[in-house]
């Protein structure tokens, strides 16, 4: 695939992949927003999808999540078919989003919002105890509106809030997203530290240069296609530009495998 993998390919100890998504088309309207999108993401990964603004990666994300309905596809999770089941009852499964603009309920205080995300949490390691060991700020600052809180402060707590969920993949949309580059390289250096507790991430990053950083896989979307797909080790500067801006010479994706063919 030109320097390029199957979208998802296998890990060495041959597992099973945690998300899969087949043959997905989701439109807005008239539009086609996502067309034939497929992917595999395997535990313990950071699957990074990357491109322009419009090219869906963000309604991908969404799509995941359960807040759109695809015209046809499939999402599967864990091997279960999720594609009809609502956004919250996803959350049960272990699907949570931190979405673009951090959606914070901006009235209420950081506690308060934490305790929103703790309303649907399965069983597991995050409380929101451990959410202030390890943001050691919020606990000072647990009683003071997010509306008060700058950008960054505000991504935090809404990173927290779907920790305590008991995810076992976390959906992060633009983290970096009007955000000063120190900024984020601080909420990035976080990632480690989240992965260790088993969790798997797909994240939405417009910033390539980040993305190549932080991922195990890169997966490029141009107005709703993929147009490369690969680990940031096997593909190159030139193919990701061509990807990203549609250029000729761009690596054409192959096919996703089937089942047991990785």
Known sequence: MNGA??????????????????DLVVHHGQLRALDAISLRVFP???????????????????????????????????GTDVTGLRPERRVTRGIVMVPEGRRLFESLSVEENLKVG????????????????????MRERRNQPTAQLSGGEQQTVAIGRALVANPRMLLLDEL???LAPVVVQR??????????????????????SQALRVASHIHCLLEGRTT??????????????AAYFGLAGAAAPGPVPEEGEA
């Open 44 to 78: 313990g990964e950071v699957y990074a999808i990357i491109g322009a603004n419009g090219a869906g990666k963000s309604t991908l994300l969404r799509t995941i999540a359960g807040l759109h309905r695809p015209t046809t596809g499939s999402v599967l999770f864990d």
């Open 228 to 241: 490369l797909v690969g680990r940031p080790t096997g593909i190159n500067a030139d193919q990701v530009e």
């Open 118 to 137: 703790a309303a649907y949490a399965r069983q597991g390691p995050w409380t929101i105890e451990r959410v202030y060991e390890m943001f050691g700020w």
């Open 5 to 22: 993998e199957e979208p998802g390919e296998a890990p060495p100890d041959g597992g099973a992949p945690l998300l899969e998504v087949h």
């Open 176 to 178: 970096s997203l009007g």
């Open 187 to 208: 909420i990035y250096g976080m990632l480690p530290q989240i992965l260790s507790t088993g969790l798997t991430v797909l994240l939405v990053e417009q910033d390539v």
